[in-house]
T-cell receptor, first 115, second 115 residues
Framework: AQTVTQSQPEMSVQEAETVTLSCTYD???????LFWYKQPPSRQMILVIR??????QNATENRFSVNFQKAAKSFSLKISDSQLGDAAMYFCAYRITSGTYKYIFGTGTRLKVLA | NAGVMQNPRHLVRRRGQEARLRCSPM?????VYWYRQLPEEGLKFMVY????????ESGMPKERFSAEFPKEGPSILRIQQVVRGDSAAYFC?????????????FGNGTRLTVT
C-alpha cells in the first residue's frame, strides 16, 4: 500500500527567507502524481504545485519549487522569499494511478512565517 | 465557474442525531470524493462516487456512514447516530473524469461538531 510521510510537524521561517518542507512516499508503481496542497486557517485546500513522476524536471510555480528524487522517493517543497501569507498547513499528497485515482495525504507540516 | 460547494460550513449535532453533509461538484464534474480530517491530521479518504454509483467505499466506516451521488442534485454524506469521535472536518472533492491527470478540486469543507 502507498504511504506518504511528512516528518516535520512544524517549521518556522523568517519573512523573505527560504524554507524546505520534506515529504517521502512509498510505492511500487512507476507512474504517479505528487502534489503539495496549502491549507490556511480558512480550511480551504489550495493546490500549490504538482509533479508528474515520469518527468525528470522539477516543477516550479513562481516562488514554489520541488525537489523530486524518484529513486529516493522524496518530494520536498521549497518556498523562496517567504511571505506572511504563506503561513499555513502544507500537505503532501500522492495520487494512485489505477482504480479510483484517489489521493493519499501526509499528516501535514505547519509553517509559521516570522515577521 | 463556481467551485466545489459544500454546505453547511459548520454543523453542530448532539450525540445520537443524524448529520447530512452536502456537496455540489464543479460544473461538468461527475466524480466525487469525500475525505475526513481529524484535528491536526491529514485528510483520510472515505468514499469515491460517480453519478448513481459508489465506486470505492473502503475508507468509510461500515456502520452509521453512507454516501450517495444521485443523478440529479448534490452528493450527500450521511452520518447516523453521531458520536463525539465523528467530530471532524469533512471535505468533498470533484474531478471531471477518472484520470490521473485530472486534479481534484476541493470544497471548503464542513466542520461537524458533536456535543
Amino acid at each position: 500500500a502507498q504511504t506518504v510521510t511528512q516528518s516535520q510537524p512544524e517549521m518556522s521561517v523568517q519573512e523573505a527567507e527560504t524554507v524546505t518542507l520534506s515529504c517521502t512516499y512509498d510505492t511500487s508503481e512507476s507512474d504517479y502524481y505528487l502534489f503539495w496542497y496549502k491549507q490556511p486557517p480558512s480550511r480551504q485546500m489550495i493546490l500549490v504545485i504538482r509533479q508528474e513522476a515520469y518527468k525528470q524536471q522539477n516543477a516550479t510555480e513562481n516562488r514554489f519549487s520541488v525537489n523530486f528524487q524518484k529513486a529516493a522517493k522524496s518530494f520536498s517543497l521549497k518556498i523562496s522569499d517567504s511571505q506572511l501569507g504563506d503561513a499555513a498547513m502544507y500537505f503532501c499528497a500522492y495520487r494512485i494511478t489505477s482504480g479510483t485515482y484517489k489521493y493519499i495525504f501526509g499528516t501535514g507540516t505547519r509553517l509559521k512565517v516570522l515577521a | 465557474n463556481a467551485g466545489v460547494m459544500q454546505n453547511p460550513r459548520h454543523l453542530v449535532r448532539r450525540r445520537g442525531q443524524e448529520a447530512r453533509l452536502r456537496c455540489s461538484p464543479m460544473k461538468g464534474h461527475s466524480h466525487v470524493y469525500w475525505y475526513r480530517q481529524l484535528p491536526e491530521e491529514g485528510l483520510k479518504f472515505m468514499v469515491y462516487l460517480q453519478k448513481e454509483n459508489i465506486i470505492d467505499e473502503s475508507g468509510m466506516p461500515k456502520e452509521r456512514f453512507s454516501a450517495e451521488f444521485p443523478k440529479e442534485g448534490p452528493s450527500i454524506l450521511r452520518i447516523q447516530q453521531v458520536v463525539r469521535g465523528d467530530s471532524a472536518a469533512y471535505f468533498c472533492a470533484s474531478s471531471p473524469q477518472q484520470a490521473k491527470r485530472s486534479p481534484l478540486h476541493f470544497g471548503n469543507g464542513t466542520r461537524l461538531t458533536v456535543t
